[in-house]
């Protein structure tokens, strides 16, 4: 497949997403879901774990998609088209970027795909020129949900971009403390992570050439996928983590500890739960605990 041409202007994104959040807050387009937060630590990690404060508002949206699908008869797609008070800016001539409508984290975006592709597809030479088009602008951490056991919601294809920090204190990613292998080998194993995955430092000068730093990043990804038992042709459920400076991939078997769902900000080191007794269920456990069980080990 050709790779498409981007169309997002240099150094206008953090502009043009304030803009439209603003915007998207006052016509009521944006439905931020309001949380608290606190750090449970587990083998040298301090977890940001958030607690939902108020699930109604994507509660009533959601009961509203299955109404549109049981009466239109097709499964209700968010995304196609997507609501014009989100839209942020055209990355390519393949994808766009929008708000995440029920954000927990402040300027939450995704990164969606013009025509319907499959979320459990895998990741093309488009998905990476899209990410790193908007890395330049925003150093943030991108994540992708390979399927609905990977923590995916919409089966529309969408990798997903939040800002860092993503904590006010410590690292920039909870995780990085975990991240000390020298960055020289690609398809490395971290020896504090007690699951399958595999890891691979990234360039940070290809923010500034993102149609190469596409085609490097496609090639990683492959080995990646290859080192952790994914097969080349099929997606698999896992969940793809990457900064301007790593990638990290982690096959999963399941969705859900007990009723606690994770995606990849949870490979991140930062987990959500939805009321106290998942809470208590996250700190008896340990987070570590909770990721190596819905992993691969």
Known sequence: ?????????????????????????????????????????????????????????????????????????????????????????????????????????????????????????????????????????????????????????????????????????????????LLTAKFQDSNITLPGLPFIHAFAPLDPHWAQSPLAGAQATLEIYRTLRHAVGLDARESGAYNLLATREWMLIVPRSQEHFQSISVNSLGFAGALLVRNAAEMEVLKAQGPMTILKNVAVS
């Not at 944006?30 to 940001?48: G, H």
């Not at 968010?78 to 990355?91: N, Q, R, S």
């Not at 925003?138 to 294809?157: E, I, M, P, V, W």
């Not at 904590?167 to 920039?172: H, I, W, Y």
Request: charged residues 20%.
């Open 1 to 177: 497949m050709a790779q498409g041409k981007i169309l997002l202007k240099p150094g206008t994104l953090w502009t043009s997403v304030k803009e439209q959040t603003e915007h998207a807050l006052q016509c009521g387009a944006l439905l931020s879901i309001p949380t608290d937060f606190e750090f449970v630590e587990q083998d040298n990690v301090r977890f940001l774990v958030r607690i939902l404060s108020n699930l109604n508002r994507k509660k009533a949206a959601k009961e509203k998609q299955e109404k549109q699908s049981a009466t239109s008869g097709q499964e209700f797609n968010p995304f196609l088209p997507y609501e014009k008070d989100l839209f942020v800016t055209d990355i390519s001539d393949t994808h766009v970027c929008i708000l995440n409508k029920f954000n927990v984290v402040n300027y939450h975006l995704l990164i969606i795909t013009r025509a319907f592709e499959e979320q459990e597809s895998l990741l093309t030479l488009e998905d990476f020129t899209a990410m790193w088009a908007c890395l330049a602008d925003l150093d943030g951490l991108a994540f992708y949900n390979s399927g609905k056991t990977a923590g995916a919601s919409q089966r529309h294809k969408h990798l997903q971009l939040v800002p860092l920090p993503l904590a006010l204190s410590g690292p920039q990613v909870p995780i990085e403390p």
